[in-house]
């Protein structure tokens, strides 16, 4: 069984970025099992963190870029890219500007500083993300395909719109083979674009220096091409970066005619979404978990609620101080860095129907923000740091009710955490009822110690 893997110590670079021109610092540093890879500002208030997952995706123009609320971080597939390709399972990438280094514009740098860090096996299994069944769509011009496969391959065609240097390659994707075939293929550009880059505000770091620029049949660049075939190297180069947003290895043949970063989000978001189905079917036939024994998972205290986290009703009543009748989260669904969603089913039985209002039953808006308020708790409570406090709600602003909960109803609240400092956190909620909003509110609170 192979096992997870992180750096054995902190290595750093520093540059500037392509498209922003800014000097830019960048910190790999190791992380505990099972945390994945995310990006963290430390030049921001808090030293927010974004985790490289499909769910913080927030552009696909010329770079892949993540976000978690206001903060973001552009053009990240060239750093996710080395780490997959090196093997480095859980790592945190500290920036104090929002892009990476574009170094020589390929990923032979990141590499160098993930075998200079070295690697050490974590305790936990690695657990790969295996395709069951074929994949295939286009998306504009790009054609993505996917198959089952025992290992991660990539096969890949590049070319421009007119068909010039139209390019050809398949790799099984191994660290050596990465190190040696992919890791040192740069980016590039044909020269008609540069005007409308600059004009969209991008490539202000941009030179020769870190990238290849095609004019007409003529390549311009300081250095010879590393690769006959360097184009589409750093096609497959990116593509294995945005795959890496899946969260897990990825065991497949992928098949990319023409890719490009929105194409290869899309296909990742495919491929969870068939994992995710095959993981439902599998559930439903399954046999019934066996009982938990009494000494099972603790929630606060000792063991931190990690991404990816669901919370029951037991584990619940652990981080959370609220008993009947003012507990409103039943259960949590999903933790992913600064979001998180939970449950609140809304029973007949709740006491409040009885006056609110008789024969008419609706669940009071004011819960409704409670239930907002103690979903972001969970948030700030998972921390270690602040296991075993309180969270005070103080104000709620921007509230909107839109349609009436009723018994019977699920209430899903969605939340996402939008500012903390020190023990003050703000949080903007949406709570909904099949997939219609029923109401929304940011709302701010407090962390204490309990008496």
Request: charged residues 20%.
């Amino acid at each position: 069984m192979v096992q997870q893997q992180t750096l054995r110590e902190a290595v750093s670079f520093a540059g500037i970025g392509l498209h922003s021109g800014q000097r830019v610092n960048l910190t790999f540093q190791p992380a505990p099992a099972g945390a994945g890879l995310r990006f963290r500002r430390v030049d921001l208030e808090g030293r927010p963190e974004i985790p490289a997952r499909l769910e913080s995706v927030a552009e696909t123009t010329r770079s892949t870029t993540l976000a978690n609320g206001a903060v973001k971080v552009q053009t990240v597939e060239h750093v996710l890219a080395a780490l997959a390709g090196c093997g480095v399972d859980n790592a945190v990438i500290e920036l104090d500007a929002g892009e990476p280094p574009i170094a020589d514009g390929s990923a032979r740098e990141f590499t160098r500083l993930i075998e200079k860090a070295g690697l050490v096996p974590q305790g936990e299994p690695r657990d790969p993300l295996a395709v069951s069944a074929p994949i295939q769509f286009q998306a504009g011009e790009s054609f993505m395909s996917v198959f089952p496969h025992d290992r991660l391959k990539i096969t890949c065609t590049s070319a421009d719109k007119a068909g010039r240097f139209t390019q050809f390659h398949s790799l099984e994707i191994t660290p050596e083979t990465w190190r040696r075939e992919l890791a040192p293929a740069r980016t590039f550009c044909f020269f008609e674009e540069i005007e409308y880059l600059i004009k969209n505000g991008l490539i202000k770091g941009g030179s020769l220096e870190n990238a290849v620029v095609i004019r007409d049949d003529a390549v311009l660049t300081t250095e010879p091409l590393r690769y006959p075939n360097e184009f589409v190297r750093h096609k497959m180069l990116d593509l294995l970066g945005d795959l890496t947003l899946l969260g897990r290895p990825l065991l497949g043949h992928v098949v990319a005619l023409l890719p490009g970063h929105a194409a290869n989000v899309e296909l990742a978001r495919q491929i969870a979404a068939q994992h995710r189905r095959t993981a439902q079917v599998l559930e439903a036939f399954a046999p019934p978990p066996p009982p938990r024994p009494a000494t099972g998972l603790t929630v606060t205290g000792e063991t931190p609620v990690v991404d990816g986290a669901e919370l029951d009703a037991d584990q619940v009543l652990r981080m959370l101080p609220h008993r009947y009748p003012f507990l409103m989260v039943d259960r949590v669904t999903r933790i992913s860095g600064n979001q998180i969603s939970v449950l609140k089913n809304v029973s007949i039985n709740e006491p409040y129907f009885q006056g609110h209002f008789p024969g008419h039953p609706i669940m009071p808006g004011v819960l409704q923000l409670e239930a907002v308020a103690q979903a972001a708790g969970i948030l700030m409570l998972r921390q270690a740091e602040n296991a075993g406090k309180l969270a005070y709600f103080m104000s709620a602003e921007s509230v909107k009710w839109r349609k009436p909960v009723r018994p019977g109803d699920t209430l899903v609240i969605d939340i996402e955490l939008t500012k903390t400092r020190g023990k003050i956190g703000k949080a903007r909620g949406v709570c909904s009822v099949a997939g219609e909003v029923v109401s929304e509110a940011e709302v701010t609170f407090m962390l204490v110690d309990r008496p």
